[in-house]
């Protein structure tokens, strides 16, 4: 395993843990004091969400590159299905085509995927699963031409009625292995995988080379909110080393980044503490 006591090289920050994921929350800053913040600090790398690019997909990827980092993902693709997809389906294709153009244009090394949940009326993850994969094999050619890779991430099961009929690392294999194309990929997140005894045992399945990232935040004992509590690493009950152990054992020797959707605590908080704070905890606990 990766020691990390002395190295943040491979830290990442996805963006959301300054609260940029969701309107009028956190800080505020612009891609630019959030490139020049990270590379003050030796961050490796960033994950951007769409809402913060816009338009400017090209020059955020070319300024963040200029001041040494790589942008390791972009958030994300519309929900495919489930209650809160885009209606109707032909919405659902043109806004993940949008988002993987995005990606492409930023140069970002994986579009992140939630892939929403079940089918109204369908009663079915099965069925529901099955129409994520026909929309994921059909985007798939849409990325490798972009340069990069569709990272289905599993979300933990308490998202599986609105936000995620993918709920198991199991299930996110098995679609990867059924639509058998290079730019589909998984995300593995501690938030979502970190009760399961059998995640080392799937990603060996999977291999290190279809790992697309390591999501990095703690699952706090008392969480206020399943979406927005989530905790700083160390804070909670998550065997991080364990978890790492599980993923780097498949192979994977790519970005660590932290994610934290935190309304009321770390989102409040000065964006310059958060970053030293991520940095000191992942030497320390990751
Ligand atoms: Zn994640």
Known sequence: MRD???DHSALALNTATLGHNVDGQGAGWSPEQVIDACADRGYGAIAFWRREIGSRAHKVGER????GLEVCGLCRAPFLVGPLAPKPRSAVVDDF???IDMAAELGAACLTICVGGVVAGSHSMRESL??????VAEAAPRAAAGGLTLALEPLNPVYGGNRSCLVTTRDAVD???AIGHPAVTVAVDVYH???DLGLSEQLRRLGGHRIAGYHLCDWLADTTDVLLDRGMMGDGVADLKHIREAVEGAGYRGYCEVEIFSSNNWWKCDPNEVLDVCIERFKSVC
């Open 64 to 67: 963040t590159r200029a001041a």
């Open 4 to 6: 990390f006591s002395a």
């Open 130 to 135: 099955k129409l994520v994969a026909e929309l």
């Open 97 to 99: 085509h949008a988002s």
């Open 193 to 195: 995988v970190w009760w």
């Open 175 to 177: 679609m990867v292995e």
